[in-house]
């Protein structure tokens, strides 16, 4: 009896046993899900803060572990179904922060990780004014700011556009287009910028200045002919202007009005010339200061004009600064004074002068119908052909240190002197060449005493092209008596009849 007892009893506590261990395995394994405001273990927090609900369900109590100075909890333990609320203080950083807690059941646990966006702003580190001119520009604005992406209110001008946004060593710089300015009053626009994802706003006043001019109102071109003209024009400006006329031009100011709403003001002007032989020309030109703002042309035109075509751009320069010519590219219309110009001085005559003019070709002077008497002084020209000059009886050259040929043609030319200046500039070893059927006398000689022909490299003068040579005169020496002219081509006939000057060093070669 006592041994059937017992084996009950036995299986009793085996079968209690099982059961225990079977609890206790349930709790051990425990679970814990989470919801409401947290989604894929996150809470995502405003800037501003805020409380955030949590709703836990369990197999059995829980709890919570974590720590952070800006998020307090409304429970830290509870039963299946109950809540605990996050409450998020506000972020006052540029930069957003994270704090992970862990809720707890049995030997379940389940992250809730609260990220809190930081605060989005925007801190102008540039002028907050920018003033531009009548000229196209671009407007760079500085600033410390970690929004996503920015907004632009221009204030409805259309002449000002966002470019572009660069990174610069941490900081955002916004680039902005500013277009040229067509208008002739000053003009302003308010940029605001703000963020996408921030309610700071920047404002920068920007202004651009008025277009500078001054216009005549129906035109900038008169073209007349050479009868006498009256031009009765209106000068349209914004500015105070000055401006001077020829001697040709007669100039009477009339009635003057005051500015517009487009800013303009308006002076009727009269200009008038008598009657011409030859083209002329002028271009007025409407100054602000030194500063030209606009400009009329105006012109009495020959129907028959007479072109030359002059290749030196320095050349053409100063026959049209001197009235000569209009200069129109290397084409030039010869104007009256050009068309009944005698003579002609190009260049300086001091013999003395120290740096040469750098008109370096004469060519197309030959296109002045009434050109006599040519005197050429202290230029770079290296050849000098005037024999398809129609009139042209004289030939002046003087201190022309860069010459390697002259030819006179048949041109009644007679005579040369102080060709070849001080010294012959060109370094290398020179040979140079005269010609002209006309040509009696030519002194090519430097004056004694005179130091700078120490550094010419002139080897070799050939005068063979001179049939009526009498007198030559090539005597080229330095105060030690020395020269660099070695050779002195000439004609048989020409070495038993010319009367020559030299240097024993210089050799007479007959060709």
Avoid at 165 to 183: C, T
Wanted: glycine share 8%.
């Amino acid at each position: 009896m006592k041994k059937i007892i017992s084996i009950m009893t036995m299986a009793a506590v085996m079968l209690w046993s099982c059961q225990e261990k079977e609890q206790v395995g349930n709790v051990a394994a425990g679970s814990v899900e989470v919801a409401g405001d947290v989604v894929d273990g996150q809470i995502l927090a405003a800037a501003e803060g805020g409380a955030y609900q949590v709703n836990v369900k369990s197999s059995g109590e829980w709890r919570v572990s974590g720590l952070a100075e800006w998020v307090t909890l409304s429970a830290e333990k509870g039963k299946d179904g109950q809540s605990v609320v996050f409450n998020v203080s506000p972020n006052d950083k540029a930069t957003a922060r994270t704090a992970t807690f862990k809720i707890f059941s049995a030997s379940a646990v389940q992250a809730v990780t609260i990220v809190q966006a930081p605060v989005y702003a925007i801190t102008l580190l540039s002028d907050a004014t920018a003033d531009f001119t009548a000229d196209a520009s671009k407007l760079y604005v500085k600033l410390e700011s970690n929004v996503e992406e920015f907004t632009y209110d221009f204030g409805g001008a259309d002449w000002i556009s966002f470019d572009k946004v660069d990174d610069v060593f941490g900081k955002k710089v916004v680039s902005f287009d500013i277009k040229r300015s067509q208008d002739f009053n000053s003009r302003a626009t308010v940029l605001t910028l703000g963020g996408t994802n921030s309610d700071d706003q920047i404002v920068i006043n920007v202004n651009q200045a008025q277009r500078d001019t001054a216009f005549v109102e129906s035109g900038n071109r008169f073209v007349e002919g050479l009868e006498a003209i009256s031009l009765n024009l209106v000068i349209k400006s914004n500015v105070e202007i000055s401006y001077s006329v020829p001697s040709w031009l007669i100039e009477t100011v009339g009635q003057e009005v005051e500015s517009d709403e487009n800013g303009l003001r308006s002076k009727s002007v009269n200009f008038s010339a008598e009657a011409s032989a030859g083209s002329r020309s002028t271009t007025i030109s409407f100054k602000k200061g030194s500063t030209v703002v606009g400009s009329v042309f105006i012109k009495q035109q020959n129907p028959n004009p007479v072109f030359v075509n002059i290749a030196d751009a320095n050349l053409r320069y100063l026959l049209e600064s001197q009235g000569m010519l209009i200069d129109e590219g290397g084409q030039c219309e010869l104007l009256g004074p050009g068309m009944e110009a005698t003579s002609l001085t190009i260049g300086e005559t001091n013999a003395n002068m120290y740096s040469a003019d750098p008109i370096a070709s004469v060519e197309g002077l030959e296109g002045f119908p009434k050109l006599e008497s040519l005197t050429l002084g202290n230029i770079k020209v290296s050849k000098i052909d005037v024999s398809n000059y129609p009139k042209l009886n004289e030939l002046n050259l003087i201190n022309l240190n860069w010459i390697t040929e002259i030819n006179t043609g048949n041109r009644p030319i007679t005579n040369l002197t102080n060709v070849g200046g001080y010294y012959t500039y060109i370094e290398q070893p020179l040979n140079i060449v005269i010609k002209g059927v006309n040509l009696i006398d030519i002194d090519y000689s430097v004056p004694y005493d005179n130091w700078y022909v120490d550094w010419e490299q002139l080897e070799s003068i050939d005068v063979t092209g001179c049939p009526k040579l009498e007198t030559l005169n090539v005597k080229r020496e330095n105060s030690y008596g020395q020269s660099a002219l070695h050779t002195l081509y000439m004609t048989a006939a020409q070495a038993e009849s010319v009367s020559v000057t030299k240097l024993d060093k210089t050799q007479i070669v007959v060709r």
